[in-house]
């Protein structure tokens, strides 16, 4: 049975993640009340890799909302592309972090698929850093993540939020044609 925390939680992730998907500056405050809200559901459900990504989410939701609307040198941030040099090195280190993490969680607590949740921890931080910093790439990692978080979620019983990040998926590819379009007009501006 889906608890009202779990319906507020995915409520106002929803309209962030809509948001962020519009590239609306909006996307950060009402991202920071739904992190605060999932981090509670998340411990409730021994998801620990989940609750620390939530408190990184709501620090990151602060640099953010400040970057994107003053970051360009006191001007708002542009969408753009990422250098793929830089980017190249996230997937293997990401999969280091992923399994130092997991197994941290895996010999020192009672979490539930450790590593699957270190997974979703360790490839949510660097969709945020990217989405931070208005990477049209972010939505590639972002189908990742939803990927790997809608069987963990369900198999907990978070069916809502399961239901929530297959729709999430869907608006991951719906956001990431729509800022290639962006990316392409102010290209040809």
Same mark, same amino acid.
């Given at each position: 049975?889906?608890?009202?925390?779990?319906?507020?939680?995915?409520?106002?992730?929803?309209?962030?993640?809509?948001?962020?998907?519009?590239?609306?500056?909006?996307?950060?405050?009402?991202?920071?009340?739904?992190?605060?809200?999932? =981090?509670? #559901?998340? @411990?409730?459900?021994?998801? !620990? %890799?989940?609750? $620390?990504?939530?408190?990184?989410? *709501?620090?990151?939701? &602060?640099?953010?909302?400040?970057?994107?609307?003053?970051?360009?040198?006191?001007?708002?941030?542009?969408?753009?592309?990422?250098?793929?040099?830089?980017?190249?090195?996230?997937?293997?280190?990401?999969?280091?972090?992923?399994?130092?993490?997991? =197994?941290? #969680?895996? @010999?020192?607590?009672?979490? !539930? %698929?450790?590593? $699957?949740?270190?997974?979703?921890? *360790?490839?949510?931080? &660097?969709?945020?850093?990217?989405?931070?910093?208005?990477?049209?790439?972010?939505?590639?990692?972002?189908?990742?993540?939803?990927?790997?978080?809608?069987?963990?979620?369900?198999?907990?019983?978070?069916?809502?939020?399961?239901?929530?990040?297959?729709?999430?998926?869907?608006?991951?590819?719906?956001?990431?044609?729509?800022?290639?379009?962006?990316?392409?007009?102010?290209?040809?501006?």
């Amino acid at each position: 049975m889906m608890s009202p925390l779990e319906i507020a939680a995915n409520g106002m992730a929803t309209i962030s993640i809509l948001l962020a998907g519009r590239n609306s500056v909006h996307t950060w405050w009402t991202g920071i009340t739904g992190c605060f809200l999932f =981090a509670v #559901l998340f @411990f409730q459900a021994s998801l !620990y %890799a989940d609750v $620390v990504l939530q408190i990184f989410f *709501v620090v990151t939701s &602060v640099l953010g909302w400040w970057h994107w609307m003053k970051g360009a040198q006191g001007n708002a941030l542009r969408i753009s592309r990422a250098d793929f040099k830089k980017l190249a090195w996230t997937i293997p280190v990401g999969l280091l972090a992923t399994a130092g993490y997991g =197994a941290l #969680l895996h @010999f020192f607590t009672d979490a !539930y %698929a450790p590593f $699957v949740d270190s997974a979703v921890l *360790v490839f949510s931080v &660097v969709a945020q850093l990217l989405l931070m910093q208005r990477r049209l790439e972010t939505w590639a990692f972002w189908l990742v993540v939803n990927s790997i978080a809608v069987p963990l979620y369900a198999s907990r019983e978070l069916y809502l939020t399961s239901f929530l990040y297959a729709s999430y998926w869907i608006n991951a590819l719906v956001s990431w044609r729509w800022w290639q379009r962006s990316v392409a007009n102010t290209a040809s501006i």
